[in-house]
């Protein structure tokens, strides 16, 4: 089929076929500090302001438009001053979604925001995100969150104050100014390049820490007016896309979906997938080259009930979240490239592919433990953290615990090899039973450097007993 036949009538109207696409945020931070929280109530005052049907819920994201983002966010926000259509919000909260994101260019998603508890400060999971961010030099804003739990921040302030009103005012505010003052130290302290910061520091006072409260949604159009002014300003170029061009994006997850089998989620960042398009996907081994079965959407809510709970659709455009059922996926892996291979040479879209997994690739030796990672930029993130400990690697891959790990592992002269680290992954039973058996052990966690912690321990604890 030829590019004409699908066009729709935004590419008729925009015969230059580029546009301007959303730029794709990401909610990072320690676990309970509120990202979850956060999300909701930016999807739930989405949902108030919006009309019924204008904030659109993609596969593992949701799309906030630029009208209703200027409605949430009133003077702060003026349509007018932005042509970047609105922000598109990963669902999926955490490290997960975040490192499963890849654009090109290497950055994970466009721009991202740490949400850090102000009664908690920094924890181990900020530390964590603050080094990923850092690394893929992603710029993002720090939602400094449960302002609401600061006694008094809510008083009224324009009621008839008293004098002990006042004191107890100031010294609230003078509270959260301390501990805004300690975020910011510990960002300086954390060693953040200019680069990275200045995009925050340049647009406007304080930026860089914006108070919010999740649960009474104080500061939210702030943060929302912060993140739309920083994205206009300074990712406008980086948001052009070819509108009718063939489909670039990453697996989110791979996902058994009943009647469709294996399914990818995918963030697409560029061009379009269409329902007849033909796709290259990394996989396990190789390339996975297929054809498309169906393109999902989530159906609204009211409308599901015995029926499937997806909706197919024709065509998607970047910036979007899309379900793609397709035959032999069952090897694809999170974080991996999609690529429509539309009206282009396959093999040089195999060779892209592959050119971008051998940029992901860890460098393992002949000696050395077994990582196991939920996605390609967990793998990489925990792959960097055993090169600065100095551990070396002898496999590294996506996915569970698995039998033949065990193998590997049980493999090892050096007892202090006969090890598996798996980050934010499961093991499987078989490898458990074979681990025992084999001697191996297996440590697993959902923060890199404790489990880093771990394993040195456990060589510590070998190497006492050895003496
Ligand atoms: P996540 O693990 O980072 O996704 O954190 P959640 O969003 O699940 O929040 C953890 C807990 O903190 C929940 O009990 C929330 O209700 C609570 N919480 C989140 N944000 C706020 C806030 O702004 N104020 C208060 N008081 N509680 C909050």
């Known amino acids: 089929m030829s590019d004409t036949d699908t066009d729709t009538e935004t590419n008729a109207r925009d015969p230059a076929s580029t546009s301007l696409r959303t730029p794709i945020v990401a909610v990072l931070g320690h676990v309970d500090h509120g990202k979850t929280s956060l999300l909701d109530k930016i999807r739930g005052s989405a949902v108030i302001e919006g009309e019924a049907g204008a904030i659109t819920q993609h596969i593992g994201a949701t799309a906030v438009p630029l009208d209703i983002i200027s409605t949430i966010a009133g003077d702060l926000v003026d349509p007018d001053d932005f042509d ?36 908690d400060g920094f924890q181990p999971q900020t530390l964590e995100a603050l080094d990923i961010l850092k690394r893929s030099e992603t710029p993002f804003i720090v939602a400094a969150n449960k302002i609401d739990t600061v006694p008094g921040w809510n008083e009224n302030e324009d009621s008839p104050i008293n004098d002990t009103y006042e004191s107890q005012s100031d010294r609230v ?79 989110l997850e791979v996902k058994d979906e009943k009647g469709f089998g294996t399914t990818i989620d995918t963030v697409l960042y560029d061009g379009t997938i269409r329902a007849d398009d033909q796709l290259v996907v990394g996989g396990q081994n190789e390339p996975i080259v297929t054809d498309v079965r169906a393109l999902l959407q989530p159906r609204p809510l009211a409308e599901i009930r015995t029926e499937s709970r997806f909706e197919k659709v024709d065509e998607v455009g970047a910036a979007a979240g899309i379900k793609v059922a397709a035959p032999e996926l069952d090897e694809a892996m999170a974080g991996a490239p999609v690529r429509v291979v539309r009206n282009r040479d396959l093999n040089d879209v195999i060779q892209e592919v592959q050119a971008e997994l051998a940029d992901i690739a860890v460098d393992t030796g002949e000696e050395g433990v077994v990582v196991k990672a939920d996605t390609l930029g967990s793998l990489e993130a925990m792959a960097d953290a055993l090169d600065e400990a100095e551990v070396p690697i002898v496999r590294a891959e996506v996915g569970d615990v698995a039998p033949r790990d065990v193998s590997v592992a049980s493999t090892a002269d050096d007892p202090k090899q006969r090890v598996i680290l798996g980050f934010n992954v499961d093991t499987l039973s078989d490898a458990e039973r074979r681990a025992e058996a084999d001697d191996v052990t297996i440590f697993t966690d959902e923060v890199i450097y404790q489990l880093i912690e771990e394993y040195e321990e456990f060589v510590e604890e070998m190497e006492q007993a050895q003496q």
Do not use: C
């Open 84 to 119: 970047l259509p609105g922000l598109l919000f990963i669902d999926t909260p955490g490290h997960h979604s975040f490192t499963t994101l890849r654009s090109r260019g290497g950055a994970l998603a466009d721009i991202a925001i740490l949400v850090v508890d102000v009664n």
């Open 173 to 251: 505010r003078s509270r959260l100014d301390e501990q805004l003052y300690e975020i910011i130290g510990n960002l300086s302290d954390e060693g953040f390049s200019a680069d990275l910061y200045w995009r925050v520091q340049n647009f406007q006072r304080n930026v860089g820490v914006v108070p919010v409260s999740a649960m009474t949604g104080e500061g939210v159009p702030d943060l929302l007016a912060v993140m739309m002014g920083l994205s206009q300003r300074y990712m406008k170029e980086e948001m052009e896309i070819d509108v009718q061009g063939p489909g670039v994006g990453t697996v």
